[in-house]
């Protein structure tokens, strides 16, 4: 367990920072359309590090908390993750 999380930040961080330095954003871009490319960027490093983690141990992507039963539903991650963005 503490090897894989250790191997898991190390590629996160390698990743991201590869992400950022080959595929700069450019100055010109809108504030918002920044905003979601960096989204974009940091999702598509940990999806990246999940997977290449999932591979060296032999085991699926949806075994890292991604799939299996949710003993609270799946409408109570999603009324959670609305109540995140509600505050005014």
């Known amino acids: ?6 191997l898991f930040a190390a590629a996160w961080i390698g ?3 590869l992400l950022f330095i080959a ?9 918002d359309l920044r905003l979601l490319l960096a989204e ?3 999702l598509a490093s940990v999806v990246a590090a999940t ?5 060296i141990e032999g085991r699926s992507l949806l ?3 991604l799939g ?9 991650g ?8 509600s505050r005014c």
Do not use: H, N, V
């Open 40 to 42: 974009a960027k940091l």
């Open 78 to 85: 999603a009324a959670s993750g609305a109540s995140c963005f």
């Open 15 to 17: 990743l991201t920072a």
């Open 23 to 31: 595929l700069p954003i450019g100055r010109g871009i809108a504030g």
């Open 51 to 55: 997977a290449a983690l999932a591979w």
């Open 1 to 6: 367990m503490g090897w894989g999380l250790l």
């Open 68 to 76: 299996g039963p949710q003993p609270l539903g799946e409408r109570s």
């Open 63 to 65: 075994s890292y908390g």
